[in-house]
C-alpha cells in the first residue's frame, strides 16, 4: 500500500534526530486549532482545561496604551511572546508599554509539552530585524527590555550570532535600555554561548522550567544538566552578568524537588529565581496537575531568599519578563547591598 506523505516538512528536535516529518502553512496572526500550531501532538488524548481559581482570574485588555503597543509591534513586523506563548499578563504589560520581543521567528523547532509557541520548521532568519527591534526598544522609551527567541536547532550557532546583533542594534538606539535576554540551552551548538556572553547582556535568563524528573514528558528536547551547565558557564565567563532562571508549578513537581532545583541553581550562583502557576494552553497540551496558592508562592519566595538568591519573583501569575524592569533596578541594588556588606566585613578585620 502507498504510503501517504504528510502536507509539511518539520523536522522536531528531540535529542540528535527528528521523529517525524510534516508540512504546516501557518498564520500564526490567526486563530487556530491545535493540531494546526502544535501537530506533533495532534495524536494526543485530550486533556481537559480545568478551571482556574479565582487569584487567576485577569481581565481582558482594554486599554489605549495597550492598542497602541500592539500596532507599533505590528508596524515593526515584531513578533512577541507575550502573544505567542498566550501569555496572561499581556493586558497589564502592554498597558505600560511593556513587550517581550521575541526573534528569530514564530517556529520553533522543540516541542515542549507546557508551551503555545507553534513547532515546526523555521523560516530564514531575518537580517533586518535587530534594527527593527532596536527601533520599537527606542519608540517604547523602556528603560528595561527583555528580548526572547524560539529554539533555532536547525541553525549552526543556534541563533547565538542574531541574539548578539540584536543586543548590538539595541545599545546603539537606545544606550541607556538596560537588556535582559532569555534564551534557548544551544544544545549541541559548542561556542555559541561565548559568542552571546561577549555581547554584555545585563541580564541573562535561561529557564529550567521544570524539575529533572519530568523534563522526559515536559520538555523532552532538553536536559536538565545542559541548562545548569550553561548558567554556570555564564558566570564563569562573565561574572559581572546577572543570571536569572524560573521554573513553571503546578505540573506535578513535589515539594524536596524543587528545593533541589533551588540549590543546583545557587550552586551555579544564579541570582535572580522566578516561579509560577503553569497554565494549560490547549487540551493538547500538558494538563494542570494543581493550582498552587498565593501562600505557597510565599512560602517558597522566603525559602529562596534564605538560600541567597539576590532576587525572587514568586506568585502564580509570575512570568520570566513579568515586571521585569522593577525587578531589576532591586536586583542591582541587592547586589550592591550585598557587596557593600562584604566589603564592611573586610574592612573590620
Same mark, same amino acid.
Given at each position: 500500500?502507498?504510503?501517504?506523505?504528510?502536507?509539511?516538512?518539520?523536522?522536531?528536535?528531540?535529542?540528535?534526530?527528528?521523529?517525524?516529518?510534516?508540512?504546516? !502553512?501557518?498564520?500564526?496572526?490567526?486563530?487556530?486549532?491545535?493540531?494546526?500550531?502544535?501537530?506533533?501532538?495532534?495524536?494526543?488524548?485530550?486533556?481537559?482545561?480545568?478551571?482556574?481559581?479565582?487569584?487567576?482570574?485577569?481581565?481582558?485588555?482594554?486599554?489605549?496604551?495597550?492598542?497602541?503597543?500592539?500596532?507599533?509591534?505590528?508596524?515593526?513586523?515584531?513578533?512577541?511572546?507575550?502573544?505567542?506563548?498566550?501569555?496572561?499578563?499581556?493586558?497589564?504589560?502592554?498597558?505600560?508599554?511593556?513587550?517581550?520581543?521575541?526573534?528569530?521567528?514564530?517556529?520553533?523547532?522543540?516541542?515542549?509539552?507546557?508551551?503555545?509557541?507553534?513547532?515546526?520548521?523555521?523560516?530564514?532568519?531575518?537580517?533586518?530585524?535587530?534594527?527593527?527591534?532596536?527601533?520599537?526598544?527606542?519608540?517604547?522609551?523602556?528603560?528595561?527590555?527583555?528580548?526572547?527567541?524560539?529554539?533555532?536547532?536547525?541553525?549552526?550557532?543556534?541563533?547565538?550570532?542574531?541574539?548578539?546583533?540584536?543586543?548590538?542594534?539595541?545599545?546603539?538606539?537606545?544606550?541607556?535600555?538596560?537588556?535582559?535576554?532569555?534564551?534557548?540551552?544551544?544544545?549541541?551548538?559548542?561556542?555559541?554561548?561565548?559568542?552571546?556572553?561577549?555581547?554584555?547582556?545585563?541580564?541573562?535568563?535561561?529557564?529550567?522550567?521544570?524539575?529533572?524528573?519530568?523534563?522526559?514528558?515536559?520538555?523532552?528536547?532538553?536536559?536538565?544538566?545542559?541548562?545548569?551547565?550553561?548558567?554556570?558557564?555564564?558566570?564563569?565567563?562573565?561574572?559581572?552578568?546577572?543570571?536569572?532562571?524560573?521554573?513553571?508549578?503546578? !505540573?506535578?513537581?513535589?515539594?524536596?524537588?524543587? !528545593?533541589?532545583?533551588?540549590?543546583?541553581?545557587?550552586?551555579?550562583?544564579?541570582?535572580?529565581?522566578?516561579?509560577?502557576?503553569?497554565?494549560?494552553? *490547549?487540551?493538547?497540551?500538558?494538563?494542570?496537575?494543581?493550582?498552587?496558592?498565593?501562600?505557597?508562592?510565599?512560602?517558597?519566595?522566603?525559602?529562596?531568599?534564605?538560600?541567597?538568591?539576590?532576587?525572587?519573583?514568586?506568585?502564580?501569575? *509570575?512570568?520570566?519578563?513579568?515586571?521585569?524592569?522593577?525587578?531589576?533596578?532591586?536586583?542591582?541594588?541587592?547586589?550592591?547591598?550585598? !557587596?557593600?556588606?562584604?566589603?564592611?566585613?573586610?574592612?573590620?578585620?
Amino acid at each position: 500500500m502507498e504510503r501517504r506523505v504528510p502536507l509539511v516538512d518539520i523536522c522536531l528536535f528531540f535529542g540528535v534526530l527528528p521523529l517525524m516529518s510534516v508540512r504546516v !502553512l501557518i498564520d500564526h496572526r490567526k486563530e487556530g486549532s491545535p493540531a494546526a500550531r502544535h501537530p506533533e501532538k495532534a495524536h494526543r488524548p485530550d486533556n481537559p482545561i480545568a478551571r482556574k481559581p479565582d487569584w487567576i482570574r485577569v481581565r481582558a485588555p482594554n486599554n489605549p496604551v495597550y492598542h497602541e503597543t500592539r500596532k507599533l509591534m505590528r508596524d515593526q513586523k515584531l513578533v512577541t511572546v507575550c502573544e505567542e506563548a498566550a501569555c496572561p499578563n499581556i493586558g497589564e504589560c502592554w498597558s505600560q508599554r511593556h513587550a517581550t520581543m521575541m526573534i528569530m521567528g514564530e517556529i520553533c523547532t522543540r516541542a515542549c509539552a507546557f508551551c503555545n509557541v507553534t513547532t515546526g520548521l523555521p523560516h530564514a532568519l531575518d537580517a533586518d530585524e535587530p534594527q527593527r527591534v532596536a527601533e520599537a526598544v527606542a519608540k517604547l522609551g523602556l528603560r528595561h527590555v527583555v528580548i526572547t527567541s524560539v529554539d533555532r536547532d536547525d541553525l549552526p550557532d543556534g541563533g547565538a550570532h542574531h541574539f548578539a546583533r540584536v543586543i548590538t542594534a539595541i545599545r546603539a538606539a537606545a544606550p541607556t535600555t538596560t537588556i535582559e535576554i532569555l534564551t534557548p540551552d544551544f544544545l549541541r551548538k559548542p561556542g555559541s554561548l561565548e559568542i552571546v556572553v561577549r555581547a554584555r547582556p545585563d541580564v541573562f535568563n535561561h529557564n529550567l522550567e521544570t524539575v529533572p524528573r519530568l523534563y522526559p514528558s515536559i520538555r523532552p528536547g532538553a536536559r536538565y544538566y545542559q541548562s545548569m551547565r550553561l548558567l554556570d558557564d555564564v558566570k564563569r565567563l562573565d561574572p559581572s552578568i546577572f543570571t536569572k532562571s524560573g521554573l513553571m508549578l503546578g !505540573l506535578g513537581e513535589e515539594k524536596p524537588e524543587i !528545593l533541589q532545583v533551588m540549590d543546583d541553581l545557587r550552586i551555579a550562583d544564579v541570582d535572580f529565581i522566578t516561579l509560577g502557576q503553569y497554565l494549560q494552553p *490547549t487540551v493538547k497540551h500538558a494538563a494542570v496537575a494543581r493550582f498552587v496558592t498565593p501562600e505557597e508562592f510565599a512560602d517558597y519566595a522566603a525559602m529562596a531568599r534564605v538560600k541567597g538568591f539576590l532576587q525572587v519573583s514568586s506568585s502564580p501569575l *509570575t512570568r520570566s519578563s513579568y515586571h521585569a524592569d522593577s525587578d531589576f533596578a532591586e536586583l542591582r541594588a541587592a547586589r550592591q547591598k550585598r !557587596l557593600d556588606t562584604q566589603n564592611g566585613a573586610m574592612e573590620t578585620k
